[in-house]
């Protein structure tokens, strides 16, 4: 993928956090609506046949609103709440087209803050001694309803023991897409300071007989926009394929795991509930039945991997992006912005724990896992093969998940 295309296509990833409504409907392109941006692709039909690394382009993408003039406040000592899903809680009041760096975490319905200042712009608020921002259309001075889908995550899981292992429901939607699904994935409980958050943590591989079947890349079955393990085109995949290999010998599977449990327990130390979608050296689950599970029985799906890029020197994190191609197949339309927040997060956690983060990052991949994920889902390459995976530092790269974590779920 050529650099220009590259920043193009970053400038366009940014365009839904407008706090804006904003209509590029004479281009023919997208339209943006609000904080939380419903994007809607044109008929895929027309569009040229994708080759490997093409990434979508939309033109007037440096159209989108800028500014860094701050608004005047009116002073105000009062209760608010978030009324939307996804909500950018800013650092800055103001937009900067093709940065996400202003936000801090993401708040959703019912969320709680002091206002101290308003402008029909942005909402000067605070929470726990820190000041913030936010888009005064997606605050309300009355409570709000919390909406039923993330009560009902917190109350499925209250249902259940410690330990508890969780098959894949076949009622549940998409999961008739899977073909390896005679596993279990296991529910582990956090004790004394719950916070009622389930993250689904997914060791990347790890799946006996997993790349002698596939399963359709997409819902919708049609054929993938990108490269990857499977080429741009096809229309099926491996049902989990086997992983690369450490230039040391060490099986990616093996270390996927190492680090999913050390992540387990910092997750249950800070009190997340954790599902692990493969808690042994083979869970018989496919990336479908993993991605389904995590989808009805957790707030957010984090896949671990390293990349197996031929490279012999290390590369850092990145995680794998939605290309723009994916955006206006549901689900992957209504979510794949909670999925950018979640990866932005785990790499700002991963930052800030000093970890290398690879220059071109995130990298658009059409994975199967972001086909059919409802939940924030990301695919976090934590390095590639010639990537050091001692234990010393499996211990930082999972302290930086659990930082991303807590940035993405405002903890
Ligand atoms: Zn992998």
Same mark, same amino acid.
């Given at each position: 993928m050529s650099i220009s295309k590259r920043s193009r296509s970053l400038r366009r990833a940014a365009l839904?956090? *407008?706090?804006l409504m904003l209509s590029l409907s004479s281009c023919g392109t997208y339209t943006v609506i609000g904080e939380t941006g419903v994007v809607q692709e044109p /008929? *895929?039909? /027309?569009e040229p046949a994708m080759t490997e690394g093409t990434v979508q382009q939309t033109e007037a993408a440096s159209e989108a609103p800028e500014t860094t003039a701050a608004p005047e406040f009116e002073n105000r000592d009062e209760t608010v709440y978030i009324i939307g899903e996804n909500i950018n809680v800013r650092t800055a009041p103001y937009i900067v087209a093709g #940065? =996400?760096? =202003?936000?801090a975490f993401s708040a959703n319905t019912g969320d709680e803050f002091r206002r101290t200042g308003y402008s029909d712009s942005f909402s000067r608020v605070e929470r726990e001694g820190e000041i913030y921002y936010i888009s &005064?259309? @997606?605050?309300?001075?009355e409570k709000p309803e919390i909406p039923e889908s993330e009560a009902a995550s917190e109350e499925i899981a209250a249902s259940y023991e410690n330990g508890a292992e969780i098959g894949l429901d076949? &009622?549940?939607? @998409?999961?008739?897409?899977?073909?390896?699904?005679s596993g279990k994935a296991v529910l582990y409980k956090a004790t004394g300071? &719950?916070?009622?958050i389930t993250v689904a943590v997914n060791a990347g591989h790890g799946t006996k007989?997993?790349?002698?079947v596939k399963t359709w890349c997409h819902p919708d079955k049609t054929p993938k926009v990108t490269g990857g393990t499977t080429a741009a085109g096809s229309t099926k995949a491996v049902a989990v394929s086997g992983g690369m290999t450490f230039s040391?010998? *060490?099986?990616e599977a093996t270390v996927t795991l190492k680090a999913a449990k050390l992540l387990k327990d910092k997750l249950l130390a800070a009190g997340y509930d954790v599902l692990?979608?493969?808690?042994? #050296?083979?869970?018989?689950?496919?990336n479908v039945a993993r991605t389904v599970i995590a989808n009805n029985m957790a707030d957010c799906h984090i896949a671990l991997h390293w990349d197996g890029? +031929? $490279?012999?020197?290390d590369k850092g994190c990145f995680y794998m992006s939605t290309p723009e191609g994916l955006k206006g197949m549901e689900p992957v339309a209504s979510n794949w912005q909670k999925h950018h927040a979640l990866g932005d997060s785990l790499i700002s956690g991963l930052s800030a724990q000093g970890l290398k983060i690879w220059g071109s990052n995130p990298l658009p991949m059409d994975l199967t896992q972001t086909s059919f994920s *409802?939940? /924030?889902?990301v695919d976090i #390459? $934590? +390095? =590639?093969?010639?990537s050091d995976h001692s234990d010393a530092k499996l211990q930082t790269l999972t302290d930086g998940l659990l930082a991303g974590i807590n940035i993405y779920f405002g903890q």
């Open positions: 839904p956090f *407008t706090a /008929a *895929t039909s /027309a #940065e =996400n760096s =202003n936000i &005064s259309d @997606y605050l309300s001075k076949p &009622s549940w939607t @998409y999961a008739d897409f899977s073909v390896i699904n300071n &719950s916070k009622g007989g997993g790349s002698s040391d010998g *060490t099986p692990m979608l493969r808690d042994g #050296e083979d869970v018989q689950l496919d890029d +031929g $490279l012999s020197s *409802t939940v /924030a889902s #390459e $934590l +390095g =590639n093969q010639a």
